[in-house]
């Protein structure tokens, strides 16, 4: 399983090292580490910890896959 997301770019934009983003952070570098190479899926507490620390959005760290975008404009069937 393989987690796209743009933590390097945004961790390399503000110049911070994997240790110094976790540590801001608060986990540990494996764990950040397992989240950067896409190998595991940060809970929603972290998500938002890394979009501040990294002055930006989750939406940005984390985009949705095109695949999924698709139905967003599909009114629901199920509302009344």
Same mark, same amino acid.
Request: hydrophobic residues 35%; without cysteine.
């Given at each position: 399983m393989n987690i796209n997301n743009n933590l390097k770019l945004y961790r390399k934009k503000a110049h911070l090292s994997q240790v110094k983003v976790a540590e801001i952070v608060g986990i540990n570098e494996t764990h950040y580490q397992k989240? =950067?190479? +896409? *190998?595991l899926n940060?809970? #929603? =507490? #972290?998500?938002l910890l890394l979009a501040k620390a990294l002055h930006t959005t989750v =939406? =940005? *760290?984390f985009p949705l896959p095109a695949s999924a @975008?698709? +139905?967003e404009d599909k009114p @629901?069937?199920?509302?009344?």
């Open positions: 989240i =950067e190479y +896409g *190998l940060p809970s #929603v =507490e #972290v998500a =939406e =940005e *760290l @975008n698709a +139905g @629901n069937s199920n509302q009344a």
